[in-house]
């Protein structure tokens, strides 16, 4: 699945973009086609806990997300990143997240 395998480049250190903040830009491929020409997303990521997908726009579509947005997504970064369990397992079983996971 492509959204595993941005976060597991990511894991590696292959950022395409580190915002700061716990924000980072990283590239998914379009089928067929390389990660250059595919879609940009933002994710909220702590390493080796957490990668929140909360953002993605095809590059031909939009060059990039603007200061005001980056600076949106910090705050979010902020509470998102901070999530206990609980609340996470809670907020997954509302449906306000899902969980994807690699086979």
Known sequence: MVLCEAVAR???GQIDA???GGVIKQ???RPGQGRSKGYRTILLFR???LAFFVYGFAKSQRANIGCDEEEQFK???KQV???TG???AELLRRGD???VKSE
Request: glycine share 8%; hydrophobic share 50%; proline share 0%.
């Open 10 to 12: 990511v894991e590696r």
């Open 75 to 77: 705050e979010a970064a």
């Open 18 to 20: 580190d915002l700061g």
């Open 27 to 29: 590239r998914i491929a």
């Open 86 to 88: 609980t609340h996470l």
């Open 81 to 83: 990143l901070t999530l």
């Open 47 to 49: 390493r080796g806990a």
């Open 97 to 99: 997240f899902v969980e």
